[in-house]
Nanobody, 115 residues
């Protein structure tokens, strides 16, 4: 499985961005996908998860502001981020876990929320 993330950039507080993660390879092997983020000097944290069955979970810090989505196994993974705050500044990574518990990571995309 290969993951390619994009869509980061500089946005003002209160603004929006949509991250995309293109998926290729053995897409039928994917059990669930996530977005993680890592802020400077902090540990990587889980932002949102979507399973192959469509179940979704969010970190408390992004609930009501971020939306993870993926139409089907052949379409990209998205993260719609609204009402962005400076504390959302981080490198965002897409991740996939296979049914055999292999981890796949995309390269990060930097999101900077600043006025």
């Amino acid at each position: 499985v290969q993951l390619q993330a994009c869509g980061g950039g500089l946005v003002q507080p209160g603004g929006s961005l949509r991250l995309s993660c293109a998926v290729s390879g053995s897409i039928s092997s994917i059990n669930f996908m996530d977005w993680y983020r890592q802020a400077p000097g902090k540990q990587r944290e889980l932002v949102a998860t979507i399973t192959s069955g469509g179940s979704i979970n969010y970190a408390d810090s992004v609930k009501g502001r971020f939306t993870i989505s993926r139409d089907n196994a052949r379409t990209p993974l998205y993260l719609q981020m609204n009402s962005l705050k400076p504390e959302d500044t981080a490198v965002y990574y897409c991740h996939a876990m296979s049914y055999t518990n292999f981890n796949f990571w995309g390269q990060g995309t930097l999101v900077t929320v600043s006025s």
